[in-house]
């Protein structure tokens, strides 16, 4: 897949890596996915925008990295920024976790929770932190939940409920 936008991409270090951004790209394409909404905008986004034709929802609870998102995003119509507290109950193809910053035993685990009600397919970020990992359990721990870790340089934790999904299983073997 042909990338636009991953040279011109400032990788934070609280975002997804430069070598998960493909993975990401590639994920968006292989499930046909249209309809999105995250939690924390950032590299994130611009890895899901290496596809066309897509409409973004993203959350930020952080009012200076809400400001930052909306300017950065602001040629892109199809991105809409909102705050973490304006969350609406939607229905999309998928649903991306990495926000808000850790914290507490079990870290987005509300983020996670809204994740449920709005798809059948979501992914949550950092899965292999002690305080992502407690998430995963609570997650799995509701009806028809499952998880699959990929062993990213972060870990990337992809849930479903009777879902099928494919990505590239490939891309962080050693
Ligand atoms: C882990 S960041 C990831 C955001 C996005 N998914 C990405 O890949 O860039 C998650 C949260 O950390 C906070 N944050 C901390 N440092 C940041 C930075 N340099 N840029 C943007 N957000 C930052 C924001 O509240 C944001 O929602």
């Not at 990788?11 to 493909?22: D, G, H, T």
């Not at 968006?28 to 590299?43: L, V």
């Not at 926000?99 to 509300?110: H, K, N, Q, T, V």
Request: hydrophobic residues 35%; negative net charge; glycine residues 4%.
């Amino acid at each position: 897949m042909q990338l636009k936008y991953i040279d011109d991409v400032v990788f934070a270090q609280a975002a997804i890596c430069k070598s998960e951004y493909p993975w990401y790209a590639d994920f968006i394409s292989r499930n046909q996915i249209k309809k999105i909404i995250e939690f924390g905008p950032g590299s994130s986004t611009w890895a899901f925008l290496e596809n066309p034709g897509l409409e973004i929802i993203s959350y930020e609870p952080h009012p200076k990295w809400y400001e930052t998102a909306l300017e950065t995003f602001k040629d892109f119509p199809n991105v809409t920024i909102r705050h973490f507290d304006e969350f609406i109950v939607e229905e999309a193809d998928f649903v991306h976790v990495d926000s808000p910053p850790a914290a507490g035993d079990f870290p987005r685990l509300e983020s996670c929770q809204r994740a449920m009600q709005c798809s059948t397919l979501f992914i949550m970020h950092d899965a292999k932190r002690q305080g992502e990992r407690n998430t995963s359990k609570c997650i799995t721990e509701e009806d028809g939940w499952v998880c699959e870790l990929v062993m990213s340089n972060r870990g990337i934790a992809i849930f479903n409920k009777n879902r099928e999904y494919d990505y590239n299983r490939d891309m962080f073997k050693r």
